[in-house]
DNA sequence: CCATATAGGACTCTGCACGTACGATATCAG
DNA sequence: CTGATATCGTACGTGCAGAGTCCTATATGG
């Protein structure tokens, strides 16, 4: 239903602490003990982000996790792509050879356009583009600023 | 995971197949017919495009199904709500009141700035750019205008 | 009347998201 | 050295949504 899953929604959660506190290790238990996160599920969540790279650990008492990499420099695709996998928006990105797609589909090729169109969008916003809040991700020139209730 | 499901695959085909013949009323096998669709879930697909609206349906032998609108005013926005339900990038994006947002989530304001992107994103993609081979699909501010060229 | 087509359900099956659990390993404090 | 704390790796279980099937009713054209 082109939404992302909770994994991701942690992994920005812990990113965004974790960016806040560049220089210091943090605890999965810190983490979730401030957010109120399930901490087993965090866990696993931070040991992708240290196997793909996102963020470093050590092991032991006092270790923790410590961001990788400047937040402007982690863009968002980067940061799904680590959680959940390869971002597709359609089904027949990837392959070429779908069953849909056997040369008869007639939506093929806007329907890419539209997958890179995305892809580029999460491409340009970055963490720090989550984290500060003040900051407008890929000029916000949008104004549905009305009803986003219900 | 960020994806659109078959669903909406099946409606977009059905929807392009359905742009190019504004005149006539199809009927659901044809439409499966031509692009190995299987029929059972086609139709299905077709009675909720009519029961929202995006399609106008004449029963009984001859009948079938026609397009409503202009495809240059349907949304993509639309069409993905009408048989994926509400688009929510996020999971606390229609709710304030989420388990995970109770006044601490440190990234919310900013990931609601970015599904209204998307969702902008998705509202200003017509069915037009789908259809039509040669349009430019919503150059609607979402950023990065990175020349993506097949 | 009969064939064809949609209308509108209910239904099953499968895969993945989500969360849990356990043992192993590495580091620090005493 | 020993114990406490933390990550590491992996495996398991549950619940829900996507994907597809089936059946009956209804309307139209021949």
Chains 1, 2 share one sequence.
Not at 12 to 25: D, G, N, T, V
Not at 80 to 91: K, L, T
């Amino acid at each position: 239903m082109l939404s992302l899953t909770k994994k991701t929604d942690y992994a920005l959660i812990a990113m965004a602490y974790l960016a806040e506190r560049p220089s210091q290790f943090c605890s999965a238990r810190q983490i979730s003990q401030e957010y109120s996160l399930p901490l087993p599920v965090l866990m696993n969540i931070l040991k992708t982000l240290n196997h793909e790279g996102l963020v470093v650990s050590t092991r032991g008492a006092k270790g923790g996790y410590k961001i990788a990499d400047d937040p402007a420099k982690v863009s968002l695709a980067r940061l799904i792509d680590a959680v959940e996998g390869p971002i597709r928006f359609v089904q027949c990105v990837g392959k070429g050879e779908d069953d849909l797609c056997v040369g008869s589909c007639p939506i093929r090729g806007p329907v890419l356009k539209l997958h890179r169109k995305l892809n580029d969008f999460l491409e340009a916003a970055t963490l720090a583009d989550v984290v500060v809040p003040g900051t407008e991700p890929a000029s916000a020139g949008v104004g549905t600023e009305s009803g986003v209730e219900t």
